[in-house]
């Protein structure tokens, strides 16, 4: 059987990266601009707020974007503005830590199952296969239901989630490096397996992986922000984006800007971070295309 | 169809079994090994260990976990569910209930979305590199990025706030005159299309581009055949396969999407349900959701997979 059928079919669902159009470069310092903000904002948001985070200073709730209020107040009179730029600490600082974890324990396994015995690569295949084919949505809902929701699980089930979409990305990159003759080299040379993996495959395969680090990044804002919008997020006091777009549902009917900020805000996170990747990626496929 | 086809087919079948066994697995040990002991958590710090006990049989809590996994699968496939403690009713009868809301709004939005889609991907492909295929590449990128409830929030305050044309809440069900029905379902079914369009489109204009990059379009287009021609006959029957193939997947994100828009439109399907069981810990109807869910992802994967072995020509030869 032609194994490149056999590869096609497999159990999980890939969709293709988005490819934007060459001509516009720009997009792709767009998105690296937003990704830079986001970044300074989750690093320095708490300094540079205008007031402490759960202080009501308004009479006014739902109020609109004025000179003073720049984002609105929310629905219980709190500055919108700082709100949404303590809570980004927890969206991007979430999400960049599970999805750090999720890549890295993606392609420890990748890296594992390639130098490993036949066994141990079929063990760990049929793990991640299992785990790729509950919705992360559903994964993320039972895991709050079992054990409620604290930033600890939240991280947990986001690393659970999309680790094994890492591990497949990260051992098809390994297995084909694993195949180059520089690898085989250092096998005669009687290099071990460690070395092999660590010195020769993973060095080659950093590139694509960081990649998909970003694109899994995404995702992860994404789950987190959305179970934070069903109240199984991040729990109050504290509030990520997410939380603050449900806080504030109320305010939907009059139009409130407390909504829309931060529902706007994740939003532009996430296409920056997306059009950032495609450019990275695009760059690569040129060179990689070029040789 | 020869016996390779075939075979590979109950094969299919196979693999989808077993991985919906190991997903049964999984949301047993994660709800009901892992957590603890239901029934010290039911009764309260202040219970005493007799009545712990008793509960515990009760509960079947004695018994070693693989025990009561299969006596759990067991009534599963027998249709029981189990009893939802937060509204004292078989889990089966309240998802009997929601149910065809849930289908309804699925089949609405799958209704819309298919020929919107196919009709995007297709456009873009036969117009590749031209300003509309930029912008329509710009456009699904951004929507397949942002969350469902950026776009529930900006449609509800266009759609609602701002033009009043519709209502702002969702009345599901309510369906009895062709007006009626436009009015509770327009918001969702927009919500969910934005971002199963996107996905579709993409796809779709892939699977097309992959045909039309391939040789006997070349020798179409030296014959001197029209483009609209080119597309249509010849290019547009081989993709069928991976069309298909795309449309199911893309129909497989509906899951996670329908979770947050029966929440914010009120909509009583069972994502909602689901998602009041989790926030009340109400355990057997958060399986029983879960389970209905990952067998529904894995029913259209599987038919994913089916059309992509079907529409392959070349394991019908062989």
Not at chain 1, 241 to 253: A, D, K, P, T
């Amino acid at each position: 059987m032609n194994p490149s059928i056999e590869n096609s079919i497999a159990p999980a669902p890939a969709i293709p990266p988005a490819r934007l159009p060459r001509k516009t470069p720009w997009l792709g310092l767009v998105g690296a601009s937003i990704c830079f903000l986001w970044l300074m904002v989750a690093l320095f948001g708490s300094w540079i707020a205008p007031h402490p985070v759960g202080e009501v200073v308004s009479d006014n709730v739902f109020d609109t974007i004025s000179a003073v209020y720049p984002f609105g107040t929310d629905y219980l009179g709190r500055d919108m503005l700082s709100r949404v730029l303590i809570g980004a600490r927890f969206t991007v600082g979430l999400a960049l830590v599970s999805a750090v974890l999720a890549s890295g324990l993606g392609t420890l396994c990748a890296l594992l199952s390639v130098v490993a015995p036949k066994w141990l690569d079929e063990i760990i295949s049929r793990l991640m296969d299992a785990f790729i084919s509950i919705p992360s949505k559903m994964l993320a809902l039972i895991m709050v239901s079992a054990f409620g929701s604290s930033e600890v699980l939240l991280v947990c089930t986001a690393v659970l989630s999309y680790t094994p979409g890492a591990f497949r990305i990260a051992r098809s990159l390994a297995v084909n490096i694993e195949a180059l003759e520089y690898v085989q080299v250092a096998r005669t040379r009687g290099e071990g397996r460690i070395y092999i993996a660590c010195k020769e495959i993973l060095p080659n395969m950093l590139n694509p992986v960081l990649t998909d680090l970003g694109l899994r990044f995404g995702f992860i804002v994404l789950l987190l922000s959305g179970m934070s919008f069903l109240g199984l997020g991040v729990q109050p006091p504290d509030a990520d984006l997410g939380s603050l777009v449900r806080e504030n549902i109320g305010g939907l009917n009059q139009g409130a800007a407390a909504i829309v900020i931060p529902a706007l805000a994740i939003g532009s996170l996430t296409i920056g971070v997306n059009l950032f990747i495609d450019r990275l990626a695009s760059r690569r496929g040129r060179r990689a295309g070029g040789r | 169809m020869n016996s390779n086809t075939l075979w590979l087919i109950v094969q299919r079948f196979g693999a989808a079994i077993v991985t919906l066994l190991i997903v049964s697995m999984v949301v047993f040990a994660i709800t009901a090994v892992l957590p603890g002991d239901a029934a010290q958590q039911a009764l309260g710090q202040f219970a005493t260990p007799e009545q712990v006990a008793a509960l515990r049989i009760k509960l079947g809590l004695d018994q070693p976990g693989v025990v009561r996994y299969l006596h759990w699968l067991m009534n599963l496939i027998g249709g029981n569910f189990g009893e939802s403690v937060s509204n004292a009713m078989p889990v089966s009868d309240l998802i009997a209930g929601r149910f065809p809301n849930t289908l309804m709004l699925a089949a609405t939005t799958a209704l819309v979305s298919v020929p919107v889609a196919l009709t995007l991907g297709i456009g873009s492909a036969m117009f590749r590199g031209g300003r509309i295929d930029g912008a329509l590449s710009l456009i699904t990128l951004a929507l397949v990025a942002v969350p469902e409830f950026l776009v529930a929030t900006l449609a509800v305050l266009i759609f609602a706030v701002k033009l009043g044309w519709l209502s702002a809440l969702s009345y599901g069900g309510d369906a009895s005159s062709p007006w009626q029905f436009m009015r509770t379902y327009a918001l969702p079914v927009m919500t969910l299309s934005c971002v199963i369009v996107a996905q579709m489109a993409r796809m779709t204009r892939a699977a097309v581009i992959d045909q039309l990059d391939s040789a006997y379009v070349e020798m179409a287009r030296l014959k001197g055949v029209s483009p609209v021609r080119i597309v249509l006959r010849h290019a547009l029957p081989n993709a069928v396969g991976p069309i298909v193939n795309a449309v199911a997947l893309s129909l497989s994100y509906l899951l996670g999407g329908v979770v947050i828009v029966e929440t914010i439109f009120n909509y009583p399907g069972i994502a909602s349900l689901m998602v009041d069981a989790v926030t009340n810990r109400d355990m057997a109807l958060v399986q029983g959701c879960t389970m209905l869910f990952c067998s529904a992802y894995l029913g259209l994967v599987l038919m994913a997979d089916l059309c992509a072995i079907l529409s392959n020509p070349r394991l019908r030869t062989q």
